[in-house]
């Protein structure tokens, strides 16, 4: 209020100042209401006009606020954390939002493909697919955590897909693998076996085991090496490049990808959430 008296106060000085010098130099009839409204309005304009010049910012070029701004942030180098961070949670909601909608795409191929290999209870209320290869190092730490799942849960369904990635070796032993979880004899003890043996495994690592099951190698080799099993290790490639996998082991439970052996406690929380809310995370 005090503040607008004054503002009055003054235009009222200026106004009379303006009329006090009209009046000397061109004695004039009196100025009516409109002329008076007139002159206030020009003053008004031109202070506006000095005011808004005084208050527009001094331009800077590039290499005025570079300086400033390397300067503000060496001396608060939190906020490059704050924005390393907030980047990191973008790129992961952004990849979780993509593998959400390509595991949609390919869920039959991912859950229910003919060809796939099922352990723990085939009907189960939850599935829990790990992608694999026998040579790798994590894969064989996460076996007993799997292991111990399938032991303890009843009603879980595990589906294991041959992602053989790390040598030639590795091939022809899933090639193997394949031609054991179609015949009658004990996948999950050829399994376990195989991730239980020393040095690198290989085409001779796994027909040794396949042989103790009872499995004849001279007989099935040929079919090894067909066409037809070669379809099913290209499937995994298949879905590992649509849903950028590159490592193993890389679970896959409801619309989540969990890549590395993360533990039995992890994917055990994964699993109840499953069945409290349908989804890998609930409440979020």
């Not at 008004?44 to 942030?73: G, Q």
């Not at 040579?135 to 799942?149: F, M």
């Not at 042989?211 to 490639?237: C, F, M, T, W």
Request: aromatic share 4%; glycine share 4%.
């Amino acid at each position: 209020m005090q503040r607008t008296l004054l503002a009055l106060v003054a235009l009222v000085a200026i106004c009379s100042g303006l009329l006090a010098t009209y009046a000397l130099v061109r004695p004039a009839p009196a100025l009516d209401k409109d002329a008076v409204r007139s002159i206030v309005s020009e003053v008004l304009a031109d202070r506006a006009s000095s005011a808004s010049a005084a208050a527009a910012p001094e331009k800077l070029d590039a290499s005025t606020i570079n300086p400033m701004i390397e300067s503000y942030l060496m001396q608060n180098p939190e906020i490059l954390q704050k924005v390393s961070q907030a980047l990191d949670e973008k790129i992961k909601a952004a990849d979780a939002e993509r593998a959400r909608t390509q595991i949609a795409a390919l869920h039959d191929q991912i859950f229910n493909d003919p060809n796939q290999i099922v352990v723990g209870n085939p009907n189960g209320d939850v599935t829990l697919v790990e992608m694999f290869d026998y040579n790798c190092t994590y894969c064989r730490s996460a076996l007993p955590d799997l292991a111990a799942l399938i032991q303890e849960d009843p009603n879980l369904r595990v589906v294991l897909k041959e992602f053989p990635i790390l040598s030639k070796g590795s091939v022809d032993a899933a090639r193997v693998a394949i031609l054991v979880s179609q015949s009658k004899a004990d996948y999950w003890t050829f399994h376990q076996a195989l991730f239980s043996s020393r040095g690198q495994v290989n085409a001779d690592t796994a027909w040794n085991e396949a042989e103790a099951l009872g499995l004849d190698r001279a007989a099935l080799e040929p079919k090894a090496a067909s066409n037809e099993v070669a379809s099913i290790i290209q499937s995994s490639y298949n879905i590992a490049k649509a849903l950028n996998i590159t490592g193993t082991p890389t679970f896959i439970i409801g619309n989540e990808i969990i890549p590395g052996a993360v533990g039995k406690d992890e994917l055990k929380t994964r699993i109840a959430n499953m069945r409290a809310c349908g989804e890998t995370v609930c409440g979020g």
